[in-house]
């Protein structure tokens, strides 16, 4: 079945770089997502790869595919304590399947 | 362009009553999906409409949640009788769910259930 991990936690000073990580099971997977969850709010997409591409770059935000080890990275550049939430990986092939989640704190 | 509207907010309802939450998606989108959150797991789908009919209801716990999208539009969800286990967020998301598309979902903000 479909299963997507993701480590629990990641503390960064602001202005740092944060990388989030997440491997996933299903390797029919056509897209794979990050979605970034505020307190009290629902998801929101931040970025998304197409399974054919290794990166996608989105201002501060690049997105890193290994199809091969079926490990997909998220890199924020120059961390601001507004990016302090919980940040979910998914995949898609029939459905979308949601990893737990990574709770980032940037401190100042 | 409006989000996607859910109802209500938050409620507390005690084991064995029921409750019912309410959904409006994006206009236009053909796709709604109704997931739930539990405290530090990441959202698990519990069904997935496109236009009135059910796509994917293998995860809707049957005997006691039930979900209709009569006209193609919103949706309901409701639960009954409550367990305990049932505590979580239900959060509601829609797409366009047009063919060669990113699969965007938009997700509403949720609706907090409580049971005691």
């Known amino acids: 079945g479909e299963d997507v991990e993701q480590s629990l936690f990641l503390s960064v000073r602001e202005g740092d770089s944060s990388v989030i990580n997440c491997t996933y099971t299903?390797?029919?997977?056509?897209?794979l997502y990050w979605y970034k969850q505020e307190p009290g709010a629902g998801l929101q997409l931040l970025t998304y790869i197409f399974s054919n591409m290794d990166m996608k770059q989105d201002q501060r935000l690049t997105v890193l595919l290994n199809k091969k080890d079926k490990h997909l990275s998220l890199r924020i550049a120059d961390t601001q304590t507004g990016d302090s939430a919980i940040y979910f990986c998914?995949?898609?092939?029939?459905?979308?399947?949601f990893g737990k989640g990574t709770m980032l704190l940037v401190s100042p | 362009e409006a989000g996607v509207a859910q109802s209500p907010r938050y409620k507390i309802i005690e084991k064995r009553q029921s409750v019912a939450f309410w959904c409006n998606p994006i206009?236009?989108?053909?796709?709604l999906y109704w997931y739930q959150q539990i405290l530090g797991q990441g959202p698990k789908l519990l069904i997935q409409f496109q236009n009135n009919g059910v796509v994917d209801d293998s995860q809707l716990p049957k005997d006691r949640f039930s979900a209709e999208r009569l006209k193609g539009v919103d949706s309901t969800l409701k639960i009954q009788p409550a367990k305990l286990e049932d505590s979580a967020v239900y959060l509601c998301?829609?797409?366009?769910?047009?063919?060669?598309?990113?699969?965007?979902?938009?997700f509403g903000e949720g609706s907090r259930l409580t049971v005691l």
């Open positions: 998301a829609s797409s366009p769910g047009t063919s060669g598309s990113s699969g965007e979902l938009f």
């Open positions: 206009s236009g989108h053909a796709t």
């Open positions: 998914a995949e898609r092939y029939s459905t979308l399947t």
């Open positions: 299903d390797s029919s997977s056509t897209y």
